[in-house]
């Protein structure tokens, strides 16, 4: 099971970017996939989460300007980000509960994709 992030990079403030994430691999079912994000000395911290049941969760900073859409039944979740901010800059990690198989074996775990950077200019 992979999880594959794309779509970050340097915008200034005011700005949009779009990130995409993608589940790959022997996946029987998903459940909350979404972002999390990190600045340097700062404890990972929830963005956009996208649950099995249809509900979304965002973090307060982000209320009103990020849309998560997708869904885990499509093994796919993107994240809108409208209205960017100086404080938005920061690792961006896609993360995924999934039931699938993986090196050989059952399982049901947290995966995390390999971050992708979104750099906000003031």
């Known amino acids: 099971v992979q999880l594959q992030a794309y779509g970050g990079g340097l915008v200034q403030t005011g700005g949009f970017l779009r990130l995409s994430c993608a589940a790959s691999g022997t996946i029987f079912s998903i459940d909350n996939m979404g972002w999390y994000r990190q600045v340097p000395g700062k404890q990972r911290e929830l963005v956009a989460l996208?649950?099995?049941?249809?509900?979304?969760a965002y973090g307060d900073s982000v209320k009103g300007r990020f849309t998560i859409s997708g869904g885990s039944a499509k093994n796919t979740v993107h994240l809108q980000m409208n209205n960017l901010k100086f404080e938005d800059t920061a690792v961006y990690y896609c993360?995924?509960?999934?039931?699938?198989?993986?090196?050989?074996?059952?399982?049901?775990?947290?995966?995390w994709g390999q971050g992708t950077l979104v750099t906000v200019s003031s």
């Open positions: 996208y649950m099995s049941n249809g509900t979304k």
């Open positions: 993360k995924a509960d999934v039931a699938g198989v993986s090196d050989g074996g059952y399982i049901r775990d947290d995966f």
